[in-house]
T-cell receptor, first 114, second 114 residues
Framework: GENVEQHPSTLSVQEGDSAVIKCTYSDSASNYFPWYKQELGKRPQLIID?????GEKKDQRIAVTLNKTAKHFSLHITETQPEDSAVYFCAASKGWAAGNMLTFGGGTRLMVKP | DSGVTQTPKHLITATGQRVTLRCSPRSGDLSVYWYQQSLDQGLQFLIQYYNGEERAKGNILERFSAQQFPDLHSELNLSSLELGDSALYFCASSPQTVVNTEAFFGQGTRLTVV
């Protein structure tokens, strides 16, 4: 089955700096890569996603890049703010044939220091 | 509010007991997914139902079972509970189309086995 590895497990940055979280996946059949943010005690919420036919996607301060050849994708957060502090999860999905279920990475705890 | 409702929010029970967790998906979503989140395991996919039928199975123990009812709500049954079953159990729903779409998570049920 699919295996998703995520690095780093913890990341501490100063407010205003950029943060980068990287994930690798094992199954080349994966074609959908969402990123979820989970605040303490809350549900995971989608912040951005990318499909395998796209190399990069941006949404304000957040961007995701995908390298299908290398089987890795990354989350970039610019101008970090204290409210960005949370656990971030990457995930991969193989689509309808596999039920669209998500295989998650282990998570990255991001701490933004004011 | 994601539109996915899970009950109860918290559950404390003794080892060896059986519990039922309930999930109501977003209106119109045919797919329901169950995920387990424990401290050292991240988010693990357990099982998926689509329009009443089991669609995909992940790392779900034989002591655990699920079903989806005609009104599309789902229940996750956990039996012969062990201390290690203590975790946050999330339900998610999605429209389930050929193209991957966002999975919306409920607020979770925190299960504590004592």
């Amino acid at each position: 089955g699919e295996n998703v590895e995520q690095h780093p497990s913890t990341l501490s940055v100063q407010e205003g700096d950029s943060a980068v979280i990287k994930c690798t996946y094992s199954d080349s059949a994966s074609n959908y890569f969402p990123w979820y943010k989970q605040e303490l005690g809350k549900r995971p919420q989608l912040i951005i996603d990318i499909r395998s036919n796209v190399g990069e996607k941006k949404d304000q301060r957040i961007a995701v890049t995908l390298n299908k050849t290398a089987k890795h994708f990354s989350l970039h957060i610019t101008e970090t703010q204290p409210e960005d502090s949370a656990v971030y999860f990457c995930a991969a999905s193989k689509g309808w044939a596999a039920g669209n279920m998500l295989t998650f990475g282990g998570g990255t705890r991001l701490m933004v220091k004011p | 509010d994601s539109g996915v409702t899970q009950t109860p929010k918290h559950l404390i029970t003794a080892t060896g007991q059986r519990v039922t967790l309930r999930c109501s998906p977003r209106s119109g979503d045919l797919s329901v997914y169950w995920y387990q989140q424990s401290l050292d395991q991240g988010l693990q996919f357990l099982i998926q139902y689509y329009n009443g039928e089991e669609r995909a199975k992940g790392n779900i123990l034989e002591r655990f079972s699920a079903q989806q009812f005609p009104d599309l709500h789902s229940e996750l049954n956990l039996s012969s509970l062990e201390l290690g079953d203590s975790a946050l159990y999330f339900c998610a729903s999605s429209p389930q189309t050929v193209v991957n779409t966002e999975a919306f998570f409920g607020q979770g049920t925190r299960l504590t086995v004592v």
